[in-house]
C-alpha cells in the first residue's frame, strides 16, 4: 500500500532547522530537516529525512543545481498549497524514481547528516539551498511526499497553529521488511526549488541505502528473483532523434552504445515510451559499438512536447532511462545527447 496522502507542497520558505537545531529542539525526534513554508495564507512544516532508521544509516542522495526534465512542466503548474495527487501517472507531477528517469541511479552518492568539514553531509548541502531560497524573493519550494493532517497542538518546531505538513520526502519504493508497505508505483518524494530570477530548478533527491532500484510494475515491491545478467547494465541509451523535421512517424531514433569488449544479444529487448509503449529489439550490439535504431511510428513514440526513453531487457527490467525536454525537443533535425 503506498504512502498515504500523496502529493506537492509548494510554497515560500521562511524559516529552518537543520538536523542538528531540530534535535536540541525536540530530543525524542529522529534526525529531519526543517523547513517552513507559507503557502496561500497557512503554514507548514516540510520534515526531510537525512539519516535512516535501518543500517546502512547514511542516505543516497542525488543534487543537480540546473535540473532539467519535462516533469517540471507539471509541477510549475501547480498551485500554492499543498496539490493531492490520488491516482500519480506518467502524465502529472508525480514522482518516480525509476520510471520516470529522473535522474541515473549510478549518479547517487551516499552521505551522512552531519560530518567534519564544509559542504560534505546532507545538512550542508540543503543549508546552501534552502538558505539562498530564504534570501530570494519569489522563490518557491515543492515538496513532493505524504501530507499529515492538522493537529490540535501547535507544530513542536516551528509553534504555528494548527501543526500540519509534509514528509516521507524520499524514495517509497523498494523497501523491504516494515517499511514495504510504503512501496508504490509514482508516490516517490523529492524537494525542488524554483528561483524564477534565474529561470533555474534544483533538484534533490533521497534513497535509503536498503532501498532496491528494481521495482514490480503493480506495487513497486522489491524484484528480487532476476540476477541482471552480466553486460546488461553497461549498454546505455546516449542519444535520440526525436523531431526529425518532418513526418515523425517512421523517423524517429534512438542510438544505443555498448560499452562492454563483449557483444550483447538484444534479442527481446524493448524500448518503452512515457505512455509505456513499447517497441521490441532485437539483434547484437557489437563490443564497444553503437547502433541506431529508427523507431517503427506505430508502438514506441518520441513526443515533442518532452518525455522519457527506456531501454529494457528481456525480463522487463529497466536497464537505461532518459529524458528530454520540450525545448530540446523543438529543435528540427537535432540530435539530443544524453
Known sequence: ?????????????????????????????????????????????????????TKPPDLQFYLNDNYKHPILDAAG??????????????????????????????????????????????????????????????????????????????????????????????????????????????????????????????????????????TSDDNADPITTLTLPEGDTDVRIFAALVNPGRDDAGHEAVYLLNTTDKAISLDGWAIADKQKKKEMLKGTIPAGATITHTLNGKTAQLSNEGGIITLLNKDGLKISGVSYTKDQASLEGKVITF
Open 1 to 53: 500500500m503506498p504512502i498515504p496522502d500523496y502529493g506537492v507542497l509548494v510554497g515560500t520558505a521562511t524559516a529552518k532547522l537543520d538536523s542538528n537545531e531540530a534535535m536540541k529542539k525536540v530530543p525524542k525526534g529522529s534526525p529531519h530537516y526543517m523547513i517552513l513554508i507559507e503557502a496561500a495564507g497557512m503554514k507548514y512544516r516540510i520534515a526531510a529525512n537525512v539519516k535512516s532508521d
Open 77 to 214: 503548474k501547480l498551485a500554492e498549497g499543498f496539490n493531492a495527487i490520488p491516482n500519480g501517472g506518467a502524465n502529472t507531477a508525480a514522482l518516480d524514481y525509476i520510471r520516470g528517469n529522473l535522474f541515473d541511479f549510478k549518479d547517487l552518492q551516499i552521505l551522512p547528516a552531519t560530518a567534519n568539514g564544509s559542504n560534505n553531509d546532507l545538512n550542508d548541502i540543503f543549508n546552501v539551498w534552502v538558505e539562498k531560497a530564504l534570501a530570494t524573493s519569489g522563490t518557491l519550494i515543492y515538496a513532493f511526499g505524504s501530507k499529515w493532517e492538522p493537529e490540535k497542538a501547535p507544530d513542536e518546531y516551528f509553534d504555528f497553529t494548527p501543526g500540519q505538513g509534509i514528509h516521507d520526502i524520499h524514495m517509497n519504493q523498494g523497501n523491504t521488511g516494515s517499511f514495504a508497505k510504503d512501496n508504490g508505483v509514482y508516490t516517490d518524494g523529492g524537494l525542488f526549488i524554483h528561483f524564477p530570477d534565474e529561470g533555474r530548478w534544483v533538484a534533490m533527491f533521497l534513497k535509503f541505502q536498503s532501498q532496491v532500484v528494481h
